[in-house]
Every structure is written in C-alpha cells, then in structure tokens.
C-alpha cells in the first residue's frame, strides 16, 4: 500500500495533535493537610510538605525546573505531595514544624511524626538524591555517626552530617558538627553548603548568626553556594529590619568576581536606589530627578532610570501619523535607550506641573518642550507630555505607568 504525500498530510496533523494534547508531567499536589494524611494512612505512604511563599525565588525556579521532571514526578509516586503557603495556607503547619526558610521539604509519616527534612534549593538531581536519602530512613545518618565516632577527626563526616541536622532544622546540631569540622580544617563543598544551610535557618530569628554564618560560607569560595549565601543576607536585613546593611552587603557583590551577573545587577540597583533614597522620597524631588534622566546624558547610569520604576510597571508611547494615532507599549529602558531619549538626544524643559495625591497613590503630569537630535545630525523642535501614576512604598515613591504623548505645535 502506498500513501501520497497529500494522503499523509491529515495523519500527521492527527499525530502532531494527540502528542499536543498530551498533559505534561506535573506532581499531584494536595493543597489540605489532612486530606494528604488521610491518603498517607490509605496509602502507607509518608508525606511531603512543600513549604513556599508568593515572594520566594528559588521556589519559583524549583517549580519551573524540577517539578515537571520525569524523574521527580515518577518519584512522587513514593510519598503523598502536599503544597502549602506558609504565609497562608500553612501558617498552623509552619509554625509547629518550625519552619522559617523556603523551600523547605518536611516529611512527616502516617502519624505526623518528622521523619525527614530537606531545606532550600536543589537542582533536580540533587532533589532526587535528597528525598531517596530521606525515605531510606536514618542509614546515613547512622553511618556518619559511626564514621565520627571512630575518628572524631573526620571533618568531611562532621560536615555531611551537620547538613542532614540542618535539613531537619535542628540547628544547634548542626553547628555543632559545623564547628567540629572547622577544627578539623575541613573546606570542602559540604562544608560551604552547611553554613549556608545554618545562616538561612536563622535567616528570620537571629541576624548576627546568620550575617556571620553565611560569611562563613562565602568565605570558602564555593561558586555553587555564593550567590544563595549573599540573598539570605541581603534578606535578613529586612528581617531585622536593618535595611542600612544591605548597601554594605551589596557593595561586597558588586566586587566579588564569584557572584553571578542577575546578583550583581540586583545589588547594584540597590546601591542605586540607597543612593537617590532622599529624592524618591517626596513627588516632587522624584518627578525632578525623572525629568532629569529623561534628558540625554553621555554617560548616564541606567540603574538610576530603572529605579524610578516598579517591576511591573509600562510605558506606552503615542506617535501620530498618517494612519492616525499609534500606541507604542514598551519597556522604561527600550522606550529611554531605542525609542527616545538615548537614540535622539532629548533636550527638555519642563513647561508646567500637575501633581494629584490620594493617599499612597499620586497622578502627575508633566508638559515640555526641546528639542532632540536625530540619527542624520539635523534637530527637530520637541513638545510633549508625560502622565504617570506614581505610587508610595514603604516611603519612596515609583512609577506604576507612564503615558509619553506629543503636543502638536
């Protein structure tokens, strides 16, 4: 039987849709406590608390990476997933199994009773290895113990057994091995991974054990574990409320040949920000410094444009032509670098003002006229408009979105 290729053609749409239509490998997360215990006692099965909150980054990524992986949601099948927020849907839970960094694993058996813990990120591989280690039971732990026991020496031992204790967030265990290591000179990567475990576990209780803890591991120049080190860091302050630490913190970033290019960005823009604290401060040294950086500069620092704007924030750009009115939504360093400022040479003049505020939230509005330079050298006259939404955290104001509009002369 032969089959022209225009016969083929309806078969291999058919196979193209049915392998769409394929749902991707996902864990069947439970999302109540003791629904997942109920299936735990069914099933003879422990369980598996994932702890996360909305603000979690490594969380993010785990959910991105691993948790869609064969090998990982095969593994599920050895324990009864539970996801819970511990900010919201597992407050109870949190608290009774001391939890206080993210993402924590707890593994708790039909009974309730902790039979395993495994604490902050890993690659899926290094998950993997992580929850079959937990569900073979105590036997590693018994063998280091053994290990230290026969050579209290044994710094390698200490280490990995100080990062078992720390999984289970028994921390005053595992800096106890942490220290037993440390006299027996031990640097390796465990090592590194450990007191980067013990600083993010008092990430929340106790800022200068951690501050010095993670220190601690950076200290041992480990890439895998510098830049996990240096954000608990930078997020104990905020713990601690001691927001004056984190340009100290990020200036070491910055120098640190070690720390990845997304860190440094992140706390160069905080160095930015510590810097312009005072301007952002008030609408109106806010709306001058954006004026300001809305005007070319040779040599700008573009950490200073983007701090003046939330994460989430837009800026839509109108531009009239034949065809009528066209709107333009882009990012705040596309709209500066591609479409405006940068690429044409703004020059501008604030002509007038207008400034609403409603409590945490403040409407402005900002007309100009300039003059800009474009690619071929000639100048063209300039007259506009900015309208932004500027709205007030935690005592320094942002942009939320910008309208840039021209005023037909």
């Known amino acids: 039987m032969h089959l022209r290729v225009r016969d083929m053609v309806p078969l291999l749409l058919l196979a193209v849709a049915q392998q769409a239509s394929r749902p991707t490998p996902s864990i069947p997360w439970q999302t109540d406590f003791e629904v997942a215990r109920k299936l735990a006692v069914a099933r003879k099965l422990p ?16 959910e991105r990476e691993s948790f869609g992986a064969a090998e990982v949601v095969g593994q599920s099948a050895k324990y009864v997933p539970l996801k819970l927020d511990a900010e919201k849907t597992g407050v ?12 924590t694993f707890v593994f708790l058996d039909p009974q309730k009773r902790e039979v395993g813990r495994i604490l902050g990120y890993k690659s899926t591989p290094d998950f993997v290895r992580a929850v079959d280690t937990v569900l073979a039971g105590d036997a590693p732990k018994i063998r280091l113990q053994k290990a230290l026991l026969a050579n209290p020496s044994n710094g390698k031992a200490a280490a990995d057994l100080g990062m078992i204790f720390a999984s289970e967030n028994n921390l005053s265990e595992a800096e106890t091995l942490a220290e037993q290591a440390g006299k027996a000179g031990y640097k390796g990567k465990p090592m590194a991974q450990l007191y980067s475990l013990i600083g993010r576990g008092s990430q929340r209780t106790n800022y200068t054990k951690c501050r010095e803890t993670l220190q601690k591991a950076i200290d041992l120049r480990d890439p895998s574990v510098v830049d996990e080190a240096y954000e608990a860091m930078m997020i104990s302050t905020i713990f601690a409320n001691r927001r004056e630490d984190m340009a100290q913190i990020a200036q070491a970033i910055v120098k640190d040949p070690l720390a990845g290019e997304a860190l440094k960005a992140k706390a160069e823009r905080t160095l930015v920000f510590d810097q312009y604290r005072s301007q952002l401060s008030s609408e109106a040294s806010f709306l ?5 950086q809305a ?14 704007f939330d994460s989430s924030a837009t800026v839509t750009s109108l531009s009239s032509g034949p065809s009528g009115t066209m ?5 705040s360093e596309t709209w500066h670098k591609d479409m405006a400022v940068d690429r044409n040479r703004w020059v501008l003049t604030e002509t007038s003002r207008k400034v609403e505020t409603r409590g ?5 509005t900002i007309e100009y006229s300039g003059k800009m330079t474009l690619q071929d050298g000639k100048e063209s006259a300039l007259k506009g408009r900015f309208s932004l939404m500027l709205i007030n955290n935690s005592g320094t104001w942002m942009i939320k979105s910008l309208l840039h509009e021209p005023i037909k002369t």
């Open 47 to 62: 369980i598996m608390i994932y702890f996360t909150t909305d603000w979690c980054g490594y969380c993010k990524i785990m």
């Open 92 to 103: 109870a839970q949190a608290k009774a199994l001391k939890v206080n960094a993210f993402p």
């Open 288 to 292: 001058d410094l954006f004026l300001a």
């Open 295 to 308: 005007n070319f500069q040779p040599n700008r620092n573009p950490s200073v444009w983007k701090i003046l």
């Open 327 to 331: 709107f333009f939504p882009l990012s």
């Open 360 to 364: 945490l939230v403040s409407l402005a």
